[in-house]
């Protein structure tokens, strides 16, 4: 069984209502407490849902806007920022 955190829970939820899912990893990998080939598998699962996944991410910054919210994160030395509608 694979003890998913709250954050996959949501992502789950979201994507059952076809929302725009995106989740962000500060380490290399999702799911880094569980053995290589468990998060292998949940990883390839969720990418095949359409999640997109953002590994070794810091988020910097949330804007909620009337048209969608903007994300602003930051991956190595370079700053990113990505919008959902």
Do not use: K
Not at 18 to 24: I, K
């Amino acid at each position: 069984m694979i003890d998913a955190g709250t954050d996959e829970i949501l992502g789950a939820a979201l994507l059952s209502i076809d929302a725009q899912v995106t989740l962000f990893e500060r380490g290399p990998r999702l799911l880094p407490l569980h053995d290589d080939d468990v998060a292998a598998v949940a990883v390839e699962i969720l990418l095949g849902d359409g999640v997109e996944l953002v590994a070794r991410a810091r988020v910097l910054e949330v804007r909620d806007g009337e048209s969608g919210a903007t994300v602003v994160y930051e991956q190595g030395a370079r700053r990113h920022s990505t919008r959902s509608m």
